[in-house]
């Protein structure tokens, strides 16, 4: 899940927009949910032979997500990470660890490995809990928001069949304390059994028939969520619905295509809430906006609060749902959220008492706090790293290999030392591989780490990458550079054979300073970086589009297993921003249809 901010210490990934089809070449680009800004040009998607058959890959998560034993999915998770780190276009940078400031006399607000906030159980003198996450929100229906300050709201907004508790354990939500589901003996058939009298914040009675219109919906191509791979990957599925039942007004049964170790933590993630059916088909009558039904104040959730006014690009307020089924031990009435992405402005308005909770610090201000009994740091699951689309004209005329040694080339030169020392700041470790350190492998064991069954590339930095940045990663960069085309002289590029890229990244302080590290990286061969940052939701937009050449990107994990760090990129996925398997064919069909 992608996550706005750095937060410097941890934080993740991915948007909330439709993924639209690929424009042709030459055509020129214009966001259909965002404008451009003033004063920048889009340069159109391009598609070129330099892309990298994306075929196996497929063929190889499809295979993992089917019945096979665990030691063979292990095995198969390996080999797609090989297969994706192999590209050169997924560049780790380090492993996030997530940092916030929270007033000492604000106490029970919790988060969990995956960047997820809860606010509901919070005790403050005050009773008005002000906030900042992030700036404006891309989406609020929880079947289209892939952004982590987006599943923020949905966990106090919505509840799901489970959630997590402040230990980090999932617990039954909506789902019967006492009685929450049983599974088959094949592990393929879940019964959930809902807690009775359950409603929406309008009173009116919510169903096991609310998820499983949830669930066909978010899985349904006409949606386009992001997650849908989630679903149809998921469940059984005939290819056209996936196979979920509401078989009376408290039993929901789902029949999945494979075992599935995480099921349940799918059923405390935001895709996999309930959402209002009439409300949302009365919004969007004609099925061509999907989140219309939430993106003003007012609309229905099921959480422990609503949404009670929005002033878009200012503000949030949120309050208490009384029609929660835990309403009684909320104590805190009202959530002022303020929505901005200026770090410094947050910094001046938490230090002035008008936020209770940042959710971001400006880099120049961690070294001066990092010891004070509000400054937060909590561990989280995910990489922060940086991408190339594949389909970039940075690699046209280039074959395959050479636009992978390039791209290689760039991840040697980056010194990720330097970054966590004097951006991050909070004891980030160096990232060698995209999986993240500490992520299960789903049969017992730790998925990064060298065993007698796999041994990652680079043994010692166990991972894909050397953990330090020394001449010999240097001169192996200007080597890869050469094989693919390159002329040096003296260590530096050649006037004949120039290199300019233009990296996108989201507007804050910590990202601007990890582009200016790249950038000045980079240089030290004569690679030219311009640096171009967007506000949050172009920005989503313009990598998912792949609007982009190089472009800085983070994923918290929704779920602890490997899966989840690799399915993103299949080539269905909307979260596939480097866009593997969106080749010249796609283009040529999507010149047609102009």
Not at 99 to 112: A, C, G, P, R
Not at 180 to 198: A, I, K, N
Not at 405 to 414: E, H, Q, T, V
Not at 573 to 587: I, L, P, V
Request: charged share 25%; proline share 5%.
């Amino acid at each position: 899940m992608t996550k706005k901010f750095l937060s410097i210490a941890l934080a993740a990934v991915t948007s909330a927009t439709m993924l639209a089809a690929p424009v042709a070449a030459n055509a020129t680009y214009e966001s259909p949910l965002y404008p451009t800004p003033e004063g920048v040009e889009l340069s159109p998607a391009s598609y070129n032979e330099a892309a990298p058959d994306w075929t196996e890959y497929d063929e190889l998560i499809a295979q993992i997500k089917s019945n096979i034993p665990t030691d063979e999915r292990v095995a198969l998770m390996h080999q797609a990470e090989d297969i994706l780190m192999e590209t050169g276009a997924v560049i780790p940078i380090y492993y996030y660890n997530d940092l916030y400031l929270q007033k000492t006399d604000v106490e029970n607000i919790y988060s969990n490995l995956f960047g997820f906030k809860y606010f509901m159980y919070a005790d403050s003198p005050r009773d008005v809990l002000k906030i900042n996450l992030a700036s404006e929100p891309a989406k609020l229906d929880p079947a289209l928001n892939s952004s982590v300050d987006g599943a923020c709201i949905a966990v106090n907004v919505f509840s799901g069949l489970y959630a997590y508790d402040a230990d980090g354990q999932l617990v039954p939500d909506c789902a019967d304390p006492e009685n929450p589901y049983e599974v088959s003996d094949d592990g393929l058939t879940y019964t959930f059994h809902l807690r009775d009298g359950l409603t929406w914040s309008d009173g009116s009675p919510l169903t096991a028939g609310d998820f499983e219109y949830a669930w066909k919906r978010a899985a349904s191509d006409a949606t386009g969520a992001d997650y849908g791979y989630l679903f149809t990957d998921t469940f059984a599925y005939d290819g056209d619905e996936i196979d979920v039942k509401a078989v009376d007004d408290t039993t929901l049964v789902a029949t999945l295509n494979a075992p599935c170790a995480y099921f349940l933590d799918l059923a405390a993630f935001p895709a996999f809430y309930p959402v209002p059916q009439e409300a949302v088909e009365e919004a969007d009558p004609e099925g061509n906006n999907p989140g219309a039904w939430c993106a003003e104040a007012g609309f229905i959730s099921n959480g422990a609060y609503t949404v009670d006014d929005w002033t878009h690009e200012e503000s949030i307020v949120l309050k208490k749902n009384d029609n929660w089924h835990d309403a009684e031990n909320v104590s805190i009435g009202e959530i002022d959220m303020m929505l901005s992405a200026d770090d410094t402005a947050i910094y001046a308005a938490y230090n002035s008492g008008d936020l209770d909770f940042a959710d971001t610090v400006p880099t120049n201000e961690i070294e001066a706090i990092k010891n004070n009994d509000d400054f937060q740091v909590v561990d989280n699951l995910g990489t922060y790293y940086v991408a190339f689309n594949v389909n970039s004209p940075l690699f046209e005329g280039k074959t395959v290999e050479e636009a992978a040694n390039m791209r290689k080339a760039f991840s040697l030169l980056i010194d990720r030392d330097f970054i966590i020392e004097n951006i991050g700041q909070t004891e980030q470790k160096v990232a060698t591989s995209f999986i993240p350190e500490g992520m299960a492998d789903g049969n017992g064991g730790v998925f990064k780490a060298n065993t007698d069954e796999y041994t990652f590339p680079v043994e010692d930095a166990v991972g894909y990458y050397p953990e330090e940045l020394t001449d010999a990663n240097v001169d192996e960069a200007i080597a890869l550079l050469e094989s693919a085309g390159y002329v040096f002289e003296d260590g530096m590029l050649s006037d004949e054979t120039p290199i300019s890229v233009t990296y996108l990244f989201n507007e804050s302080t910590s990202h601007q300073a990890i582009a200016e590290a790249i950038q000045q990286d980079l240089a030290m061969i004569g690679i030219d970086i311009s640096l171009e940052s967007r506000e949050w939701n172009v920005f989503l937009d313009e990598r998912k589009q792949g609007h982009f050449d190089f472009a800085r990107e983070g994923w918290l994990a929704d779920y602890n297993d490997p899966i989840n760090m690799l399915e993103m990129w299949q080539t269905s996925s909307g979260n596939n921003d480097c866009q593997f398997g969106k080749s010249a064919e796609q283009a040529a069909e999507a010149a047609e249809a102009e």
